[in-house]
């Protein structure tokens, strides 16, 4: 999990065009990664993939003055924005209520925990369970996703483990623990070619 609280500032509003010319800024403020399920934009082809989010909808009446407001755009990526769409239960002014966290204001890592046995992920407040359920944050390609990090992190132990071995090759314990986390890792990885990341009934569920 790999969200970032995404710094807006009213100071570096653009003076020039609209929303749709500012991709590459936004992009970067919101670290190039989707700001509600945290997934970087390259396994997506890239920013001409991802999507600019209106944060309060821009298709509701009483926020077209933020259409192109720098501090109500945001970065999302395709399935995301499509299950969020114009949806907007409330402000976000208690996380105990149900509602969209502002990623500016609110930090996407304090709302969510990592269940280690599945890798999904849950949350103690409403705000956090409604984005789960809204945004479908539980979908195979995430559970993929979290899972992969998990290994990665393991991997990298396992090299430090590895120079050690390099070191002294007096601990077969180190040798069959390698093998083993070897092993998990790319079973994991062969994995990734069956997923399929969602259903067309998913990517329309009202």
């Known amino acids: 999990m790999n969200w970032k609280l995404i710094i807006k500032d009213p100071a570096k509003q653009p003076l020039d065009g609209t929303y749709n010319n500012w991709k590459e800024q936004i992009a970067e403020e919101c670290f190039h990664q989707c700001v509600y399920c945290s997934i970087h934009e390259n396994p ?3 920013i001409d993939h991802y999507h600019i989010d209106h944060f309060r909808p821009k298709s509701k009446s009483e926020f077209n003055h933020l259409e ?5 755009l945001f970065y999302a990526c395709p399935v995301c924005n499509r299950f969020k769409s114009d949806d907007w239960p409330g402000e976000p002014d208690n996380l105990d209520k149900i509602c969209y966290p502002d990623p500016s204001k609110t930090d996407y890592k304090t709302l969510f925990q990592l269940n ?3 890798y999904s992920i849950y949350s103690v407040y409403k705000s956090g369970n409604y984005l789960i359920h809204r945004l479908f944050l539980n979908r195979p390609q ?3 996703e979290r899972r ?8 990298l132990g396992l090299f430090e483990d ?8 007096n601990d077969i314990t180190i040798i069959k623990k390698s093998i083993s986390a070897l ?7 062969e994995k990734r ?14």
């Open 44 to 46: 997506w082809g890239g």
């Open 68 to 72: 192109n407001d720098i501090c109500n």
């Open 116 to 118: 280690q046995t599945n």
């Open 142 to 144: 995430l559970i993929y």
């Open 148 to 155: 992969e990090n998990t290994l990665r992190q393991k991997e």
């Open 162 to 169: 590895i120079s050690k071995l390099i070191q002294d090759c």
């Open 183 to 189: 092993t998990e890792i790319r079973q994991h990885l």
């Open 193 to 206: 070619n069956h997923i399929r990341p969602y259903t067309l009934a998913e990517i329309r569920k009202p």
